[in-house]
């Protein structure tokens, strides 16, 4: 069964430090995407970064960056260079291309950027 | 592209109350799906659709109850309102059902039953 874990439910980094959200994933289906989302307080959910299954490469966009690590299940999200309008909540979640339209969310992990 | 809207923003009810969110998107995605985030829970999916007329169940189903007339729209019943329903409602949508695809999210709807 599909199992996404997030077990750091808060964080604080530096600004303009780096900073890394961990996520172990669980799956039998040997192709699968995972997504970062960012929640900011606002509450909408904005898309940050894709990693599929195959991709020989980790995902990078802009300051995001994803540490995919196959044979260990993880996906951990990279901020590089932090800035203050990070502070948000931060969603890992997994779809399965053999599990029709679902997608599962870790619980989330609360990042606080201080100046 | 306004992308995906739903209304209201916020509700209140009494139990037993019913009430439909609505969700509706303009990119013209087959695929479509409402999810509840309660705290330290992350999000759940209650329902998705994969085409018009096309429904399933997903996580979280019991007391909800989805519609799929249009590609546009997908509204989301609550037939009986229970205090177990307090919860941030989100609706998404998506190009494919491909994992390649990310989900785009509506604004969400705080529902609060007293």
């Known amino acids: 069964a599909q199992k996404i874990t997030q077990t750091q439910p808060g964080m604080f980094v530096q600004e303009k430090e780096a900073v890394t959200l961990d996520c172990t994933y669980d799956?039998?289906?040997?192709?699968?995407?995972l997504f970062w989302y960012k929640q900011p307080s606002s509450g909408e959910m904005i898309f940050l970064i894709y990693?599929?299954?195959?991709?020989?490469q980790n995902a990078t966009e802009g300051r995001y960056s994803l540490n995919f690590q196959k044979a260990r299940k993880s996906a951990n999200l990279v901020i590089s260079a932090s800035q203050l309008g990070d502070s948000a909540m931060y969603f890992c979640?997994?779809?399965?291309?053999?599990?029709?339209?679902?997608?599962?969310f870790g619980a989330g992990t609360r990042l606080f950027v201080k100046a | 592209n306004a992308g995906v809207t739903q209304t209201p923003k916020f509700q209140v009810l009494k139990t037993g109350q019913s009430m439909t969110l609505q969700c509706a998107q303009d990119?013209?995605?087959?695929?479509m799906s409402w999810y509840r985030q309660d705290p330290g829970m992350g999000l759940r999916l209650i329902h998705y659709?994969?085409?018009?007329?096309?429904?399933d169940q997903g996580e979280v189903p019991n007391g909800y109850n989805v519609s799929r007339s249009t590609t546009e729209d997908f509204p989301l019943r609550l037939l009986s309102a229970a205090p177990s329903q307090t919860s941030v409602y989100f609706c998404?949508?998506?190009?494919?059902?491909?994992?390649?695809?990310?989900?785009?999210f509506g604004p969400g709807t705080r529902l609060t039953v007293t």
């Open positions: 990119m013209n995605h087959e695929y």
């Open positions: 659709s994969v085409g018009a007329g096309i429904t």
């Open positions: 979640a997994m779809r399965e291309n053999g599990g029709g339209f679902k997608t599962i």
């Open positions: 990693q599929g299954s195959y991709d020989q």
């Open positions: 799956t039998s289906d040997p192709s699968y995407g």
């Open positions: 998404a949508s998506s190009y494919s059902d491909q994992s390649a695809y990310e989900q785009y």
